[in-house]
């Protein structure tokens, strides 16, 4: 798991995982006592935030402009260093 620093590499980290995977988006787990696992998904438009469950089935998702996605928990989880992303395997 990658550490997550910046609230601007949660733009790089999706659009990596974009071009190295060919799927849409890329995991985040807040860790904490609940373990939250979300899918982001980038646009010019702003992010699309999917929360998930323990079998990764999207339990809620919101549509968020960017000036609303810097009040996200993913965020708050980010500014408390809990943020992570699972390394991206490379497509072969």
């Known amino acids: 798991m990658l550490m997550v ?3 601007q590499d949660i733009e790089f980290l999706v659009k990596e995982s974009e071009v190295l995977t060919g799927q849409a988006g890329r995991i985040f787990v807040i860790a904490g006592a609940d373990w939250l696992t979300y899918r982001v998904l980038w646009s010019q438009a702003g992010f ?5 469950d323990d079998k990764g089935q999207v339990l809620h998702t919101q549509h968020q402009l960017p000036w609303e996605f810097v009040e996200h ?17 490379h497509r072969g």
Do not use: M, N, Y
């Not at 699309?48 to 998930?52: A, G, N, Q, W």
């Open 73 to 89: 928990s993913v965020i708050e989880a980010l500014q408390a260093g809990q943020l992570f992303t699972p390394s991206v395997p």
């Open 5 to 7: 620093d910046e609230p």
């Open 48 to 52: 699309k935030v999917e929360h998930l």
